[in-house]
């Protein structure tokens, strides 16, 4: 009877344990053993996105986890169910832009804190090792290149590359603007490294790396991206923690990412594609041990070619056994619709991420199992006025068109005109300043940036018909006509 008793009191002991804090954030290797396996411990993600104002998406991500104590215990043998576990948890996959106002929660409260750029590309460097299972030092430069890679950022290239890309494609059929790439990375390099690099030097490195670069498109099979510090691996140097001082130290890396790619497994090489495009938010936080928590994290991602209406975000439908997805506005005036999920090829893949899906005029609701999910997907719908915000704009164009039409076929004497003139234009345009003045929201303002703007030349053009009526009827000057016009006008608003 006594080892009965023993037992029993034993469990009640254990139960009235405090939890112990186990620390592996320190534990790269623990964080790597996470990242390959992210759907042994991502029970679900839920994806909210709202569209709030004319240039940015406010986006929330919470991810259910459970950390399982079987793989926490390869790292601390003592541990035990609902133990306090500190640890670098890669969170989720962003794309290479700079995060704008972050914000985290974390696991009941606990403290979670975002690890710093260069210390994550320094994780991340090291996890391309362990993909390519050779050792950090056996990886080109010491692993230091593929730091750059990671810690690149897009908007410090974007600086040069979106002007010279513009013009390129202004003169491309006259056959002129073919070097401008070169001239882009040459003036991108030397703005951080001083080296005196010009674009001869730049056209050699890339004849060298462009067998790599193809290498890298095909193993991610995504098309090929201008702004992937990867395959175009000169972007990564300026980022790089031990940066080179001379041409001759380019020319070494150069050589070193031929050969490093060209050794690499499959596997290795779609990770270092998918790391110049993409990079892991990875938190320093703590976690029970084996029991589900949730994680949260806050951002606002930029919604780029205003004014158009058109949304897409790339959303992870495949890092969690199951995944939900909502898109919402903020003003009750806009109607989502148009859903449509697709790959980097552009072709639809509904039908294998959603297992179900709902779409209304105020949300557009997806859901994913990881058994049919293929991972990254774009997620794309319209954003469009409802008849309230529109319709007074077009009933007014038509309107000033209508007098427009009129004006040109105005008859009478030049007094009979200026009172026709006055009666047509006026009312519109005042009429006009009133829908234009109307106060909207910042997403609506978006959405009807256009509409506005073909309103403002429309009044303009009706203007424009008048004056030139005038000046062709007048019976005196050009100058004491509209002075005569402007004259009766004011008298009539009187």
């Known amino acids: 009877m006594t080892p009965h008793v023993h037992a029993g009191t034993q469990a009640v002991a254990d139960e009235r344990r405090e939890p112990a804090l186990i620390d592996l954030s320190e534990e790269w290797g623990f964080t790597f053993e996470l990242l390959e396996e992210t759907q042994a411990w991502r029970e679900r993600s839920v994806h909210e996105i709202l569209l ?33 576990l500190r640890l670098l ?32 590309a320094q994780i991340q460097a090291g996890y391309m090792s362990h993909v390519d299972g050779r050792p950090l030092e056996e990886q080109p430069l010491g692993g230091s290149l593929w730091a750059g890679v990671s810690n690149y950022t897009s ?74 510090s990867s395959e175009w691996i000169l972007l990564a140097v300026p980022f790089m923690p031990i940066r080179p001082h001379g041409i001759a130290d380019i020319d070494i890396l150069v050589a070193e990412f031929c050969n490093a790619v060209d050794s690499m497994s499959p596997r290795a090489r779609r990770f ?51 995944t939900h997805v909502e898109i919402r506005a903020s003003d009750h005036g806009i109607v989502l619709d148009r859903l449509r999920v697709d790959d980097f090829a552009g072709e639809r893949v509904d039908v294998k991420v959603s297992d179900d899906a709902r779409e209304t005029a105020d949300a557009i609701a997806l859901y994913a199992d990881a058994s049919t999910a293929p991972g990254i997907v774009g997620v794309g719908l319209r ?6 915000y529109w319709r007074p704009i077009w009933w007014l164009q038509l309107l000033i068109t209508m007098a427009g039409a009129t004006m040109l076929w105005l008859p009478g004497t030049f007094a009979h005109l200026v009172e026709s003139l006055a009666l047509l234009t006026f009312p519109l345009t005042l ?16 959405l009807l940036r256009r509409s506005r703007t073909l309103l403002m030349a429309s009044i303009a053009a009706l203007w424009a018909v008048a004056l030139g009526r005038l000046l062709l009827h007048a019976e005196v000057g050009w100058a004491e006509s509209a002075w005569a016009w402007v004259r009766d006008t004011i008298s009539w608003m009187g």
Do not use: M
């Not at 890669?90 to 704008?100: E, I, T, W, Y």
């Not at 234009?436 to 303002?445: D, F, G, K, M, Q």
């Open 52 to 84: 709030r104002d004319s240039d940015h998406v406010d986006a929330t991500a919470a991810c259910q986890i459970r950390i399982p104590l079987e793989l926490v215990s390869r790292y601390a043998p003592g541990a035990q169910v609902g133990d306090r």
């Open 89 to 120: 948890l890669p969170f989720a996959v962003r794309p290479k832009s700079l995060l704008l106002n972050v914000g985290l929660a974390g696991a009941d409260g606990s403290p979670a804190s975002l690890v710093l750029k260069r210390d994550s």
């Open 155 to 228: 908007w410090a290239w974007r600086e040069h590359y979106v002007g010279p890309e513009k013009r390129a494609r202004r003169l491309r059929w006259l056959g002129w603007g073919r070097g401008w790439r070169a001239d882009a990375l040459a003036s991108y390099l030397n703005a951080d490294l001083e080296l005196g690099i010009n674009a001869r030097h730049v056209t050699d490195w890339l004849g060298q790396t462009e067998d790599a670069r193809i290498a890298l498109v095909d193993a991610l099979q995504e098309g090929e991206d201008p702004e992937s």
């Open 272 to 322: 270092l594609a998918e790391l110049g495009r993409r990079w892991h938010v990875i938190i320093d936080t703590v976690v029970p041990v084996d029991r589900p928590c949730t994680v949260k994290l806050s951002e606002q991602r930029p919604w780029r070619d205003a004014p158009s209406p058109y949304l897409r975000q790339e959303i992870e439908v495949g890092d969690a056994t199951t």
């Open 383 to 388: 954003a469009r006025l409802r008849r309230g």
């Open 431 to 446: 009429a006009g300043a009133v829908v234009l003045t109307r106060e909207s929201t910042s997403l609506a303002e978006r």
